[in-house]
């Protein structure tokens, strides 16, 4: 074998390969598990019923629809969805709990 291909090989090298791999492949599970989900509601969501309370626990505002629920990113306090009649909602702020009927 060539000398430069079995460097390449060493033990270090091939530790490193399998750590890169491992950690791309908790990646894709993440990812292949919301897929999963998607697909098990189809096209229009779970049937939910999502209700908004205050900080101090008052009951704000309450849907249900058979929606999707989308999370804000990079950890912006943000949760919308679709209601039963197709408007976008949007929560900011406050208490969220989401059930799945």
């Known amino acids: 074998m060539n000398p430069s291909?079995?460097?390449?090989?060493?033990?270090?090298?091939?530790?490193?390969?399998?750590a890169l791999a491992v950690a791309a492949a908790?990646?894709?599970?993440?990812?292949?598990?919301?897929?999963?989900k998607h697909w098990e509601s189809g096209m229009d969501g779970l049937d939910r019923t999502i209700s908004q309370y205050s900080i101090d626990g008052r009951l704000m505002n309450r849907w249900?629809?058979?929606?999707?629920i989308e999370t804000g990113r990079r950890g912006a306090d943000m949760v919308s969805f679709l209601d039963s009649a197709g408007h976008e909602v949007k929560l900011v702020g406050g208490i969220?709990?989401?059930?799945?009927?």
């Open 5 to 18: 291909v079995t460097k390449l090989l060493s033990r270090p090298v091939l530790l490193l390969m399998l």
């Open 26 to 36: 908790g990646a894709g599970c993440q990812r292949m598990e919301k897929f999963g």
């Open 64 to 68: 249900n629809a058979k929606t999707y």
């Open 96 to 101: 969220v709990v989401v059930q799945e009927n």
